[in-house]
């Protein structure tokens, strides 16, 4: 099919000559014309993500390089599986840099440097101020525990967007995170905020049964605590294994009590429509009540895990949700990302039966 290929080249898409065969017969065999192709390539980015995922090929750049430079944590938050892990292999910042190198070659903008607690990888505010000089969009996630008061305007220089995680008000958020947590991250982000007012924060609140209620008034306070925005992530069985479904049932939200979880989403629309920023959509809010109630199915949740971010993982390694697909240590981000272990993951990706509802998944 000389024009699919013509046009991947026109844009200056790699196919894999190993995959070349299969990813143009999945095109052939696809509900998509070489019109949407050409459409997908002049800014229309949710049709290219669909396109890509018909075909199980990427055929725009990765919107985030996904950074996980430490697995290693001070806290052990309650429904967390990182603590339970003991690695120390981790890539040297030559090799963390060198990624950047190759994902901004790969036409990606944006990293975000997350853990573990990413503040206990020594380089990581070196890495941070690196990736801003080769024109990458920079964010990191931390629990902001470990900010010391002489880092702050390092971190404001590198950083463009910080998230902290506020897991409810203090009883909730100590419940989870360790007494003392939630003030110490709160003045982590009053430190920043006083050192650049512009530098936009973030909270990610991971929603769970003991806490859901508190929402509203996380969203209230926002202003009040220096936070810009608001990302509510359902709690998921296992951040670490995606195939695990049925862990961490005692903070799973219990079935008397979703008919409330539904009156707490509407109130969050309600403040999205006032003007709060929000990153969830309404799309994404509509679909926590059957996840929680266990009544989700892949045609209600459309997942790009393998065409929106490119994770790697502390050691070099880089897996999609449903499997590792190669390892930077030998091989490169592009050969990775285009190969043929990725291409078969993306075909499993398509089958998964029971969604894990990450909205950086969505599009
Ligand atoms: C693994 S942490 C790493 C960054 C940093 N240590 C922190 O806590 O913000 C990244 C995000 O994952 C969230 N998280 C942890 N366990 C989770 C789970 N079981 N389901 C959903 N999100 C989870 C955290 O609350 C945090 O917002
Ligand atoms: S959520 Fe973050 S701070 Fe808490 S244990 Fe996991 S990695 Fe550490
Ligand atoms: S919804 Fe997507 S990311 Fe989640 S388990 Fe399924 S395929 Fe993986």
């Known amino acids: 099919m000389g024009d699919f290929t013509t046009i991947l080249e026109e844009n200056g898409v790699w196919l894999n000559p190993r995959i070349r065969t299969q990813v143009v017969k999945a095109f052939q065999e696809s509900d998509y014309c070489l019109e949407d192709l050409k459409k997908a390539f002049v800014g229309d980015d949710k049709l290219g993500f669909q396109i890509s995922k018909a075909i199980n090929y990427p055929l725009l750049p990765p919107k985030?390089?996904?950074?996980?430079?430490t697995t290693k944590c001070n806290?052990?938050?309650?429904?967390?599986?990182?603590?339970?892990?003991?690695?120390?292999?981790?890539?040297?910042?030559?090799?963390?840099?060198?990624?950047?190198?190759?994902?901004?070659?790969?036409g990606i903008r944006s990293i975000v440097i997350t853990g573990g607690e990413?503040?206990?990888?020594?380089?990581?505010?070196?890495?941070?101020?690196?990736g801003q000089k080769k024109g990458m969009y920079v964010s990191m996630q931390t629990n902001g525990i470990l900010i010391r008061e002489s880092q702050v305007p390092l971190i404001c220089e590198s950083i463009n967007n910080i998230g902290f995680s506020i897991d409810g008000l203090e009883k909730n958020h100590d419940f989870i995170r360790g007494k003392?947590?939630?003030?110490?991250?709160?003045?982590?982000?009053?430190?920043?905020?006083?050192?650049k007012e512009s530098l936009e924060v973030y909270v990610v609140t991971v929603l769970m049964n003991h806490n859901f209620k508190d929402i509203p008034k996380i969203i209230e306070n926002m202003k009040k605590w220096g936070?810009?925005?608001?990302?509510?992530?359902?709690?998921?069985?296992?951040?670490?294994?995606?195939?695990?479904?049925?862990?961490?049932?005692?903070l799973w939200v219990k079935p008397e009590n979703i008919k409330e979880l539904g009156a707490v989403l509407e109130k969050v629309k309600q403040f999205k429509k006032k003007g709060v920023k929000i990153d969830n959509n309404e799309y994404h809010l509509d679909r926590f009540t059957p996840y929680f109630k266990g009544e989700?199915?892949?045609?209600?949740?459309?997942?790009?895990?393998?065409?929106?971010?490119i994770s790697v993982w502390s050691t070099g390694s880089i897996g999609l949700c449903l499997g590792q697909i190669g390892d930077v240590n030998t091989s490169s981000l592009k050969d990775i990302w285009y190969g043929e272990e990725a291409y078969?993951?993306?075909?499993?990706?398509?089958?998964?039966?029971?969604?894990?509802?990450?909205n950086c998944q969505e599009l």
């Open 180 to 195: 003392g947590t939630f003030q110490k991250t709160l003045n982590a982000i009053s430190q920043i905020k006083n050192q």
């Open 296 to 309: 989700l199915t892949p045609s209600d949740f459309e997942c790009y895990n393998g065409f929106k971010f």
């Open 344 to 358: 078969k993951i993306r075909e499993q990706i398509k089958h998964c039966k029971k969604p894990c509802m990450q």
């Open 227 to 250: 936070v810009d925005k608001l990302n509510i992530q359902p709690l998921m069985p296992n951040n670490l294994d995606y195939t695990k479904k049925d862990e961490k049932q005692s």
């Open 118 to 130: 990413p503040l206990l990888n020594k380089g990581v505010l070196e890495l941070a101020k690196y």
């Open 75 to 106: 806290l052990k938050c309650k429904m967390c599986n990182f603590p339970t892990l003991n690695i120390d292999n981790e890539l040297p910042l030559e090799k963390w840099k060198e990624l950047i190198g190759e994902g901004y070659e790969m």
């Open 64 to 69: 985030n390089l996904l950074l996980t430079v």
